[in-house]
């Protein structure tokens, strides 16, 4: 009887891994290769050096956190003018939900001494996949 209650309790323990290694694991999925996704951050500055610029701070974090996921980016990153603390990027594919959270995260990290980034606005832009979320990464 204790052979049977020990086998009983290794399977749901293993099933219970296993259910818990589905719901938390990171999936990525296709997307539309004509796809893009503008991202628009606010940056903050707080004592940076005199010879660096809060546009190539900005350009240089964002520029790094590309390398985290699997899109390019189309074109210059810009900086808004209406708004010379905002900056604008535009990478293809569009992210999926993974790469999402993953950029996202490595944007509003503190990469850079003194510089703080925060996402102002995530669009996403373009045809989808057959069978692509609807909502995601938008």
Known sequence: MKQIAAAVAVLVLAGGVVWLREETQSEH???HPDSTVSIVVDA???RSEQSQTLHEMAVAQLTFCRLEVNSDPVGAIEQL???ETQFRVVLRPALD???RVQYEGCVEDWLLDHLRLSIVSY???GPRLPGEPEGAAS
């Open 44 to 46: 903050d500055s707080n």
């Open 81 to 83: 003018h209406d708004d």
């Open 29 to 31: 999925y296709p997307t």
């Open 97 to 99: 939900q993974t790469d």
């Open 123 to 125: 669009e996403r832009n």
